[in-house]
């Protein structure tokens, strides 16, 4: 039940299915966390117009982006701390 769950919910599946208009200008896309590369692919592969911004995402994360950068980034082990 919880592998269906994360399969529906996939930026893929779930970003066509709403594409925002475009606006006048560029549209600027901001993101945070595990899930917002995949996000903000799914904005440039099914949103018009111009698409700027920043993306970042933990590591091993990440998908790539023709239009916005990203960054990653590590959670230092407590262990090493």
Known sequence: MFAAAVAVAQPALRVPVFPPEPPR?????????????????ALEDHCR??????VVTRCDYGVPCEKQPQATSRRENSSNM
């Open 25 to 41: 200008g560029k549209t600027l896309v901001f993101g945070a966390g595990k899930a917002s590369a995949a996000k903000a692919r």
């Open 49 to 54: 117009g111009p698409l700027d911004g920043l």
